[in-house]
């Protein structure tokens, strides 16, 4: 197939104040009594959300505990506990940041998917339709709730369920959800957004539609990280339609040379993704200068603190791991460097910017 013919979200609903209309979202979607599963971030433990979330009949909140990012194996688990205790769910609704979304997509698909969540971590091995899934961000930047993919770190990769199954039914964005997040996070996943727009913008897989959205999430992000003194409403609102604009960038191009090489970080050391891809951006002045010249004014303004020395004392086994890692990121070296992508970058030269982290 010449063209990419890709699955979208199938209803979305934004504003703030959308959250209270999910009970009405929810209610066609039900099946008899199979109960809407509720995985919520654990941040939201005890803090009013919880108690907004329109719960009837046999649902059930489960609290999602995110500190990890998450893991094929919390997916099964999560999977086979629902299995267990109700056969069979109306749906799954992640309620929290990327990971949250992601967790909600993976267990959504694995309701009806045998095996385990490890078997489809790849491109379109996923066979046959999840359950009813909505995903509902409280943090932005990650464009997960757009995307068609779901990332697990697994027993031997850290790699996305991608699939036409994978995207969302319905996400409710609703600008309000963000406000409380601590400003580091906020800083951290919307970095996430700008560095996919940067890739996408830079990349070779760049065409007239990738383009559109990812030129208007850049704007929004430059309106909320270089423009604006302080922190607004109008700061949450614009950071969830860049989140969105990215992550449909991305949907028809692909990411670049910082998430190949971030990756490799997150599957070693478990950084996580929105501070991981901040580490690398900081060193990719050779791949994107104008971005990473930008990139380095934001994190000035905004006082943010990236961290170093992560890589310090690892041994050639951790180095080789991350390599290994890094490499196996096929499309996204080839939408970064072109098709002889291999000769520009080496693992010496991979190595060479690892250890400068
Ligand atoms: P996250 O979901 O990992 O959450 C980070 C932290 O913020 C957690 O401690 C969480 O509890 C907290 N949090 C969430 N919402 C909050 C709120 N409103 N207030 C206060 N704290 C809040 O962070 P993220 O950056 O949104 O997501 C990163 C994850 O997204 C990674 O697992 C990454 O792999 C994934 N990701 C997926 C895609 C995709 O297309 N599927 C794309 C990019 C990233
Ligand atoms: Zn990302």
Redo the contacts with the bound molecule.
């Keep these: 197939m010449k063209f990419r013919n890709f699955k979208l979200v199938g209803y979305v609903v934004y504003g703030r104040g959308a959250f209270d209309q999910l009970d009405e979202i929810l209610a066609p979607q039900r099946k008899g009594e199979a109960p809407m599963i509720f995985l919520v971030?654990?941040?939201f433990e005890g803090k009013p959300l919880a108690d907004r979330v329109p719960l009837r009949g046999k649902d059930k909140i489960i609290f999602a505990d995110?500190?990890y990012?998450?893991k094929t194996k919390k997916v099964d688990a999560l999977a086979a506990q629902l299995k267990d205790e109700f056969g069979t769910v109306s749906g799954v609704i992640g309620i929290?940041?990327?990971?949250?979304?992601?967790l909600a997509k993976a267990v959504g698909l694995m309701m009806t998917n045998p095996g385990s969540s490890a078997d489809y971590q790849g491109w379109d091995l996923v066979k046959v339709p999840g359950v009813y899934k909505a995903g509902i961000p409280?943090?932005s930047?990650?464009?997960?709730e757009v995307?068609r993919?779901?990332?697990l770190t697994g027993p031997t990769r850290k790699l996305?369920m991608n699939s036409d199954f994978t995207p969302f039914d319905q996400i409710v964005l609703d600008p309000e959800?963000?406000a409380?997040?601590?400003f580091n996070?906020r800083f951290?996943?919307g970095m996430?957004c700008y560095i996919h727009c940067i890739e996408s913008l830079e990349g070779t897989y760049l065409n007239e539609f990738s383009k559109s959205y990812g030129e208007k999430a850049l704007e929004l992000c430059r309106k909320v990280f270089v423009e604006k003194s302080e922190w607004d409403d109008e700061c949450d609102e614009q950071l969830m339609m860049a989140s969105y604009a990215g992550?449909m960038s991305i949907a028809y191009s692909q990411v670049g040379v910082a998430h190949a090489v971030s990756y490799g970080l997150s599957y070693l050391l478990g950084t996580?993704?929105?501070i991981g891809n901040c580490i690398v951006m900081d060193h990719l002045e050779e791949y994107y200068p104008e971005g990473v010249k930008e990139f380095k004014y934001m994190v000035a303004k905004n006082n943010i603190e990236i961290p170093k020395g992560i890589c310090k004392g690892l041994s050639d086994e951790d180095f080789n791991k991350m390599i290994d890692v890094s490499m196996g990121m096929k499309p996204l070296w080839e939408n970064a460097l072109g098709k002889d992508w291999e000769k520009i970058m080496t693992r010496e030269k991979l190595r060479t910017l690892y250890e400068k982290f």
């Design positions: 971030d654990h941040f995110v500190t990012e998450p929290g940041g990327g990971s949250t979304m992601d409280t943090l930047g990650t464009g997960a995307s993919t779901t990332v996305g959800l963000t409380n997040a601590p996070q951290y996943t996430d992550g996580k993704h929105g």
